[in-house]
DNA sequence: TATCCGACCTGTTGGC
DNA sequence: TGCCAACAGGTCGGAT
């Protein structure tokens, strides 16, 4: 699934190939793919129509592209959610099956811009912004580790004013954005964390540490996957290389952990799995 | 108010 | 072989 690094190669992507142009015909292929855009995907498409697209712009793991004839200081947000891909193709190119969204270009270029979606977590939406630049919608959403505005301190004091445990607050969109499951994961097994350590017991070096380790899996990740930009069209395929080559902790269950040999586990955790070495990452004595 | 957790969705995998 | 349940997970919103 697209992770920040694939969320920041698609917003260069964009920047790269739409900025500039104009839209023209819109079509909505599936009302779920504009579910946030809450007057319907009818008055998305006829608004989005006739809009010029600016830079795109990113946080966490939304994309925005601000317009600048559509509604006043609004712009166009996307989310990939799980299996989202935004493409630039060829018109007249064949659909792909789960084809969501098409965007053509008011221009002579012959490319348009297409929102596929295979499990429909994602989805397009038109939102006005804040004074900030930011659509409304997303306000709540704290800046991602890789942010140079991003404050360490404050992370430090809100994790320790919690209750709750440190994956969790991972996980916490309006604490860090850009974290998912994997990377959560991940960052916990090179800081020798347990998932369910209270955040109230983070030293301040530790958690220095364990935003350093999140950062390094960020941006190994995007040293590695984040390839596609260059070439014609903004694509994300949903499989990273990092994820085949790099992870440390998710999906190995029972394979030796690569610092101390011990079979990692899993434990179901959230509706989810939580991937960890049971030598390495102690659980906490007292439980939250 | 803060925190928790089920629902949403569909292709793949594994068990029977 | 075929069917069905389990699983994957980011985000929202209702429940606690």
């Not at 954005?177 to 959560?184: H, K, M, P, T």
Request: charged residues 25%; glycine residues 10%; contains cysteine.
């Amino acid at each position: 699934m697209p992770e920040l690094p694939e969320v920041e190669v698609v917003r260069r992507g964009l920047e790269r190939w739409v900025a500039g142009r104009t839209a023209g015909e819109v079509e909505v292929l599936h009302p779920r793919a504009v579910r946030r855009h809450l007057a319907g995907g009818v008055d998305f498409a006829a608004r989005l129509t006739g809009a010029r697209f600016g830079t795109a712009m990113r946080r966490g793991k939304y994309l925005w592209v601000p317009l600048d004839e559509a509604a006043a200081a609004g712009s166009l947000l996307g989310h990939l959610g799980m299996s989202g891909q935004l493409l630039v193709q060829p018109e007249g190119a064949p659909d792909e099956k789960h084809l969501r969204i098409r965007i053509r270009f008011a221009d002579a270029v012959g490319t348009e811009l297409r929102f596929v979606d295979q499990r429909t977590f994602g989805g397009l939406s038109l939102h006005e912004n804040t004074p900030d630049g930011l659509p409304d919608i997303i306000a709540h959403i704290a800046r991602d580790p890789l942010d140079p505005a991003f404050d360490d301190a404050a992370f430090h004091t809100a994790l320790r004013l919690r209750r709750t445990t440190v994956k969790r607050a991972l996980l916490d969109q309006s604490l860090i954005s850009g974290v998912g499951n994997i990377y959560a994961d991940e960052a916990l097994w090179r800081a020798r964390l347990h998932y369910d350590r209270p955040t109230a017991t983070l030293t301040r070096p530790k958690s220095a540490e364990l935003l350093g380790h999140v950062r390094d899996v960020m941006n190994a990740a995007l040293a590695q996957g984040g390839t596609s930009f260059d070439s014609l069209y903004v694509n994300v395929n949903g499989e990273s290389g990092y994820f085949d080559r790099s992870l440390d902790a998710y999906g190995r269950e029972g394979e030796p952990c690569h610092r101390c040999g011990t079979p990692m586990a899993r434990r179901p955790w959230m509706n989810r799995s939580s991937y960890y070495c049971p030598r390495c990452q102690r659980p906490p004595r007292v439980r939250p």
